[in-house]
């Protein structure tokens, strides 16, 4: 299947600078917030209200994040309060500053349960060392005996470094409810798979679309399985998800995502998306000719090389792909006597 490059458009050529705004659509502000990773920064967006700003995703909770929002706040969004946040998910890029904004400006935050329940639970376990689970989970993940050891001896990364607390109430948004935000009504549709229950906007009698990381341009979400559930199917979600949402996708659409710059052309994307993971697992099965394990299907799934920076990021996807043939009877899957998990085609 073909899409022609030209069906996705990006309206802008360059994002906003620090500190500064795009208006996208009227009352619509663009903002950009660092990140201290490869995918080095999150789209967030303001809306204007007659009272003050609603903001779309925050950013990390980081010193850089909150001079760079002391620096919106001061210029365009104009000394005015934060009334709301919408949290289109649960990751801390996303919501991370939540808290911040809630104590500081008394914000009401708006998010699904899955989302709101998830970011207070992960907030609140914190871990000086990685559980027996979690290396009992990474051993079976094929991790080598080098890389778990250097794990085990370090601290891992803690949702709590970089998420500010949570206040102990939210308000809930859930599937097909209609919110007023900015002077505009915006029908909830939710997705599965990069994160749960993902949060989408879309404009009623407008053109906007809020894609959070559901969809987004250039590059895939990432949709990873993890200790926490270890049998997940993300990638079966998510493609599912992205087929409900095409039903929704029409001409003239401008879709504003939580990373990379706002674009047309959404049913192209989505098209493109669900063929870019059919592939993939395509040639996934066909290399399960033999048993596997998810390090050994690096080559075959992401056809580059993946660097230490995201080899865990890499094997959580890894994992992911093969669970989702594995669930689809395309292929089986047994444990060796170390405890690592090896793959069969079918």
């Known amino acids: 299947m073909n899409h022609p490059a030209e069906a996705i458009r990006h309206p802008w050529e360059a994002p906003p600078a620090p500190g500064e705004a795009i208006e996208v659509a009227e009352g619509v502000l663009w903002l950009r917030l660092p990140l201290p990773m490869a995918l080095d920064h999150v789209n967030v967006y303001a809306l204007r209200e007659s009272d003050g700003w609603t903001i779309i995703d925050t950013g990390f909770d980081s010193r850089a994040a909150r001079a760079q929002w002391q620096a919106l706040r001061d210029g365009p969004l104009g000394g005015q309060p934060v009334r709301r946040v919408v949290a289109t998910h649960h990751h801390p890029d996303h919501l991370g500053l939540a808290g911040w904004f809630q104590e500081t400006d008394g914000t009401e935050l708006i998010a699904t349960r899955t ?11 914190v871990q000086e060392r990685p559980t027996p689970a979690a290396l009992a989970f990474l051993r079976a993940c094929g991790m080598d005996a080098e890389r778990l050891e250097a794990r085990r001896r370090s601290r891992p990364f803690n949702f709590a470094d970089v998420v500010a607390p949570l206040a102990p109430s939210y308000r809930r948004i859930r599937a097909g409810e209609v919110l007023t935000l900015g002077g505009r009504r915006w029908r909830v549709a939710v997705g599965h798979g990069h994160a749960p229950e993902h949060a989408t ?6 053109e906007l679309v809020i894609a959070g990381d559901q969809v987004l341009p250039g590059i895939s979400p990432h949709l990873g399985v993890y200790v926490t559930e270890p049998d997940a199917d993300p990638v079966a979600e998510w493609l599912e998800s992205c087929r409900a949402l095409m039903a929704l996708a029409r001409p003239g659409q401008l879709v504003l995502p939580g990373h990379k710059r706002p674009f047309t052309g ?3 994307r989505l098209a493109m998306l669900i063929e870019n993971h059919e592939s993939a697992l395509a040639r996934l099965e066909a290399f399960l000719d033999r048993p596997r394990t998810a390090p050994e299907c690096f080559a075959t799934l992401f056809r580059r090389e993946i660097g230490e920076a995201e080899y865990g990021l890499a094997l959580s996807e890894a994992v992911a792909h093969l669970n989702a043939l594995r669930h689809a009877g395309r292929a089986v899957r047994w444990t060796d006597a170390g405890g690592v998990w090896h793959w069969r085609r079918a």
């Open 115 to 125: 989302a709101w329940l998830m970011a207070r639970v992960l907030t609140l376990d």
């Open 201 to 206: 906007l879309w404009e009623e009698g407008g």
């Open 266 to 268: 959404l049913a192209a």
